[in-house]
T-cell receptor, first 109, second 114 residues
Framework: AQRVTQPEKLLSVFKGAPVELKCNYSYSGSPELFWYVQYSRQRLQLLLR??SRESIKGFTADLNKGETSFHLKKPFAQEEDSAMYYC???????????FGTGTSLTVIP | GAGVSQSPRYKVAKRGQDVALRCDPI?????LFWYQQALGQGPEFLTYFQNEAQLDKSGLPSDRFFAERPEGSVSTLKIQRTQQEDSAVYLC????????????FGQGTRLTVV
């Protein structure tokens, strides 16, 4: 079975503070991990993916296979980071994307 | 269009009514997914198409749900005899190819069954 767990439904941080959104996964294989973001009144869009190893809008995520985690981090949160964040997993065949339940991030000015 | 387009954006249906939700993927995208997103939940997989072939429909919650993509582009998700528990946002996503690649999402259709 494939599962993506995001333990925090809500997360609030002050502007300029570090932020970490947690994601753990369970998958019998080598998954591809993604973070998707949904800003207010906008559609879901890709933030970053494990395989590209990019830093997007200051966010990074490291795949830790030992801990089966793919936590999203940013050293200094900005107000415009307030959004809903979803961790997602895809298998090698790409037949499915499994999503976590999401974390709503609020950055307090 | 430049992105995935879904219609209608909002649909109110009386319990027992049939509904049809449309998805126009990005032109040339091979894979198409349907998801159901209940309030406060993440998107739940419903079904997957590779071109016109429906390769996985394991997520469809009952035989009242039916999806098709006859020409490998536009897809329709049909729900027969709607129930209140069908109320959700239905999301469509497409990817350029099979395998691990970015999924582009539509705005979704918010279905409310009264």
């Amino acid at each position: 079975a494939q599962r993506v767990t995001q333990p925090e439904k809500l997360l609030s941080v002050f502007k300029g503070a570090p932020v970490e959104l947690k994601c753990n996964y369970s998958y019998s294989g080598s998954p591809e991990l993604f973070w998707y973001v949904q800003y207010s009144r906008q559609r879901l869009q890709l933030l970053l993916r494990h395989i590209s190893r990019e830093s997007i809008k200051g966010f990074t995520a490291d795949l830790n296979k030992g801990e089966t985690s793919f936590h999203l981090k940013k050293p200094f949160a900005q107000e415009e980071d307030s959004a809903m964040y979803y961790c997602a997993l895809s298998g090698l065949t790409g037949n499915q994307f499994y999503f976590g339940t999401g974390t709503s991030l609020t950055v307090i000015p | 269009g430049a992105g995935v387009s879904q219609s209608p954006r909002y649909k109110v249906a009386k319990r027992g009514q049939d509904v049809a939700l449309r998805c126009d993927p990005i032109s040339g995208h091979v894979s198409l997914f349907w998801y159901q997103q209940a309030l406060g939940q993440g998107p739940e997989f419903l079904t997957y198409f590779q071109n016109e072939a429906q390769l996985d429909k394991s997520g469809l919650p009952s035989d009242r749900f039916f999806a098709e993509r006859p020409e490998g582009s536009v897809s329709t998700l049909k729900i027969q005899r709607t129930q209140q528990e069908d109320s959700a946002v239905y999301l469509c996503a497409s990817t350029l190819q099979t395998g691990n690649t970015e999924a582009f999402f539509g705005q979704g259709t918010r279905l409310t069954v009264v």
